[in-house]
């Protein structure tokens, strides 16, 4: 079966989330399944500056706004699938993937149409015929709305069927209704049952309606997203569409993600042994410039997008109770202004509890999720969420907000019977945030009890050997629509 991945983001190429961890890592597991993949990426700036092996592997000639455009092509030999890179310096190859920290690059319709538009055209000039286009996220969902209307009659795309998955309802792409005519899709799409969205084009809309069956990352979220509280004004459209909407758990890649391996880290460890994990607190210690002594204290990290999505409004709430009980805090971010100024700001007051780094920093993320004893992810909603598998795996004790896919990989742990792997709160208030952490430092204050913990969580498996099949069982029902 051959399968088109259709993203705006895939490690080791590109990543500013989740999506890129996911998108770079089920290809593989597909392939070794058998599966032949072929994903198609923009050629940002930023994969043209990392020196990769790249080659030019043709030049397609099409149009776009009423022009001849010619548009290379280039082939990464990195992964054992394919990855094609569509290139448009116009368009890429600037900072930024999605925008700057001064807002969104305002022609990102066009970006993303265009990558849509030629990434089927792409798939016509290398000659790979899918029989499942397999689009993520809105910056991917146009080209379900393209192969809906432009290549209707295309006899190459007769027997292709479409699987759109949505990794965060919040991002729609949503642009005013001039942009229909600019990236060449028919008047007809703005229409309510279509793209029309409250006088806007919605972009991810057109993965909704245009697609033959629709995913999500989680089982939770699937459910959660009908309802109006976390349907970001589609749970109607969901609501319509759920006799072919399913969830499916993210896995994570563990060989990446290995406390053992992790190259990235100083010292390794494993469930038996978690002497290095001490030797990576006292080294993350170090980092922040907290005195080594507190290595005895409980330590809690953060390694997070700074969004509304992801909770800190409670969080900064909260801490003042938090540092009450004894608890020091590290946080890696990046995002919204106001958050990095608030957390900023509290750093200066907090010195002795609570250090900050604004930064997107491969290293020191892991790090953070090795050295920490707790990690927080307070979200106010989380299609599944990476951070807390990643977590699990190195043993630092996850204490979430029950939503989305936090609910369905952190399990409360349970002192009586020893099952569960981390603490989860569902109201979103700081009082019930605040409660779950006593609880946890209650069990982290009872050596018998926490290591019987560390040994659970680390047990779990994430792999996406697991879930991989469970796409592969989806396109072939889809196939058969
Ligand atoms: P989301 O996709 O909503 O941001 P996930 O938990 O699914 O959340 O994935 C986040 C991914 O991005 C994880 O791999 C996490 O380690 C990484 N990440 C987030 N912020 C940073 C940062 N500032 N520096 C390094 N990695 C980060
Ligand atoms: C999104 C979600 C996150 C999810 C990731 C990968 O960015 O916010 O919860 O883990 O996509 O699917």
Not at 145 to 153: D, F, G, I, S, V
Not at 327 to 347: A, N, P, T
Not at 453 to 474: G, P, R
Request: net charge neutral; with cysteine; glycine share 6%.
């Amino acid at each position: 079966m051959k399968v088109s991945f259709l993203a705006s983001e895939a490690i080791p190429y590109c990543k500013t989330g989740g999506l890129g961890d996911v998108v770079g890592s089920l290809p593989y597991s597909l392939t070794s399944l058998g599966l032949e993949i072929c994903l198609f990426l923009p050629f940002y700036l930023d994969i043209q500056q990392k020196n990769l092996p790249l080659h030019k592997i043709a030049e397609l000639n099409g149009r776009w706004q009423g022009k001849e455009i010619k548009v290379p092509l280039w082939e990464s030999k990195l992964s054992p699938f394919r990855v094609v890179f569509i290139q448009n310096d116009a368009y890429y190859a600037r900072e930024g993937l999605y925008g700057t920290p001064l807002g969104d690059h305002p022609d990102n319709a066009e970006r993303f149409s265009f990558y849509c538009l030629f990434s089927l055209e792409a798939m016509k000039t290398i000659g790979f015929k899918p029989d499942i286009i397999h689009a993520h996220d809105w910056q991917a969902a146009c080209s379900l709305a393209y192969l809906r209307y432009l290549y209707k009659e295309d006899h190459f795309f007769k027997s292709t069927r479409t699987l759109f998955t949505i990794h965060n309802l919040a991002y729609q792409g949503l642009f005013p209704p001039e942009v229909i005519e600019k990236v060449g899709l028919p008047a007809q799409v703005f229409h309510w049952k279509e793209m029309e969205f409250y006088g806007q084009v919605n972009f991810l809309k057109a993965g909704l309606i245009y697609s033959d069956a629709i995913s999500t990352v989680s089982p939770t979220y699937s459910r959660e997203i009908q309802q109006p509280e976390y349907g970001y004004g589609l749970d109607g459209v969901l609501r319509e569409r759920s006799s072919v909407l399913f969830g499916i758990l993210n896995g994570i890649d563990q060989s990446i993600w290995d406390p053992e391996k992790d190259p990235l880290l100083p010292f390794h460890f494993n469930s038996q042994d978690l002497s290095g994990k001490r030797k990576c607190k006292e080294e993350l210690l170090r980092y922040f410039k907290l005195p080594t002594d507190l290595i005895e204290k409980p330590l809690a990290g953060i390694v997070s997008r700074l969004a509304n999505q992801k909770g800190f409004d409670l969080l900064i709430e909260s801490l003042e109770s938090l540092f009450s009980l004894g608890l020091r805090l590290v946080i890696l971010g990046q995002g919204e202004k106001k958050y990095q100024d608030l957390l900023l700001d509290l750093q200066k007051e907090k010195r002795n509890f609570l250090r900050v780094k604004i930064a997107f920093d491969e290293s020191l993320a892991h790090l953070i999720i090795a050295g920490c004893d707790f990690f927080f992810i307070p979200s106010r909603f989380e299609p599944c969420g990476l951070t807390q598998m990643y977590s699990l795996r190195y043993g630092t004790i996850p204490i979430v907000r029950a939503v989305g896919g936090l609910e369905d990989t952190v399990v409360e742990f349970d002192p009586l019977t020893l099952r569960g792997n981390g603490f989860k709160f569902k109201e979103y208030s700081t009082q019930a945030l605040i409660e779950a952490t006593k609880r946890a430092l209650a069990v982290y204050s009872q050596p018998n009890l926490w290591s019987s913990l560390i040994k659970q969580a680390m047990a779990a498996d994430f792999s996406w050997e697991k879930t991989a099949q469970e796409y592969i069982d989806l396109y072939r029902r889809i196939q058969k629509f």
